[in-house]
């Protein structure tokens, strides 16, 4: 591997390799097949029937409480959007997903960051917010392999958020993509699944699973909710994509789509395992807590390593990375987020060792 070939940790997107092309260009031969009227047509803002069928019956709700989008960040801008009014306070992550935070803001939300620990995000310090007045229209959570920090939201404190919810009326925005993408361990319940009060709405895609490419992704909530953003959705562009709507359905129909999961599972596991294991070796002082499925790594780094710093340093040396001040409102100049899902397990360790020499550089 050449010096000037660049090695990615920069992006939450799966590696070609992993990607099943195949299975792809058979689903879209059979949607074209099977409901070539369906596939055409505008359809409608709800999304393709047929795969909100097939997601409702996987959430085990009913198919009015499913609404599909173009990616799940539409979905998330669908529900802040009808939710949250300028001056409202909101509950975050700490970290949390970027452009997540930056939707917030440009929204004119009053953004509060609860710390994120290895069980997920801390319920007390939550609880001590709510007790002090705040009163939050929202609270967007990343349950499972958190994006930017990879941990899980313990069952605990899963169960703990669905009661402050009640007790203090806020929504829970459940965003779930990387739930299927499970290394190690059992699955835990979705928030959506254990909730009887109706204060859960939960985001998904098939980004991670099936592949970006395809932008789908779909809310899951109360059955007035969705029809309220389909409406707005009906304004905002009549209906999403239904031919690409059409093909998840048919990969999801036929099975493929467990396939994939199991292709991409296997691989991403073996390359967080890799870059676990190289981050010992060629950065023994990182810390950080090694994922149990999903895209991410977090690592904090020794107070003098400025990231600001470090990464033009590790840019330089052909490695891209992203600051962990990116996901924060403050904070996070001494961490990296670090995505495995677009390194093959031999660019890994290449890619730590640069990233090592970088740090030596900046501290130097």
């Known amino acids: 591997m050449t010096a000037e070939q660049l090695i990615s940790f920069a992006r939450g997107a799966p590696s070609l390799d992993i990607v099943d ?34 997601i ?9 409480q499913v609404l599909i989008t173009n990616g799940s960040l539409q979905a998330d801008a669908f529900l802040f959007d009808h939710l949250v009014r300028r001056g409202d306070a909101v509950v975050v992550e700490r970290p949390t997903y970027d452009r997540t935070l930056l ?31 705040v009163r939050p229209r929202l609270a967007h959570v990343i349950p499972n392999y958190q994006n930017p920090a990879g941990v899980t939201l313990s069952l605990e404190k899963r169960r703990e958020l669905l009661d402050l919810a009640a007790e203090y009326g806020f929504t829970i925005f459940e965003d779930d993509p990387y739930a299927d993408i499970r290394f190690r361990g059992e699955p ?21 699973t099936v592949c970006p490419g395809v932008r789908v992704g779909y809310l899951v909530g109360p059955a007035e909710l969705i029809a309220t953003i389909a409406k707005r959705a009906t304004n905002l562009y009549i209906s999403p994509g239904m031919v690409a709507q059409a093909i998840v359905h048919q990969f999801c129909v036929s099975g493929a789509i467990e396939e994939s999961i199991r292709t991409v599972r296997t691989a991403l596991g073996e390359r967080s395992a890799v870059l676990a294991e190289s981050l010992r070796r060629h950065v023994p002082e990182a810390r950080f807590v090694e994922p ?55 660019q890994i360790d290449e890619g730590v060792r640069r990233l090592a020499e970088a740090m030596a550089a900046v501290r130097g």
């Open 21 to 54: 092309v195949e299975g792809l260009k058979a689903a879209a031969v059979r949607a074209f097949d099977a409901d070539p009227a369906g596939v055409t047509a505008y359809g409608t803002s709800v999304g393709y029937p047929p795969l909100r069928k097939w």
């Open 103 to 133: 939707n917030l803001q440009q929204m004119g939300g009053e953004v509060h960051g609860v710390t994120i620990q290895p069980d997920g995000l801390d319920t007390a310090e939550l609880r001590k917010l709510l007790e002090s007045g």
């Open 292 to 346: 149990d499925g999903g895209y991410f790594l977090w690592v904090e780094l020794p107070e003098d390593v400025e990231v600001d710093r470090l990464a033009p340093a590790a840019a330089e040396r052909g490695v891209a990375v992203v600051k962990g001040s990116d996901f924060m409102v403050d904070g996070g100049r001494h961490a990296l987020r670090l995505a495995y899902s677009a390194v093959t397990a031999d």
């Open 56 to 64: 409702a019956e996987k959430h085990g709700v009913e198919a009015d």
């Open 188 to 208: 835990l319940p979705s928030m959506l699944s254990m909730d009887t009060r109706g204060v859960v709405v939960h985001a998904s895609s098939f980004t991670k």
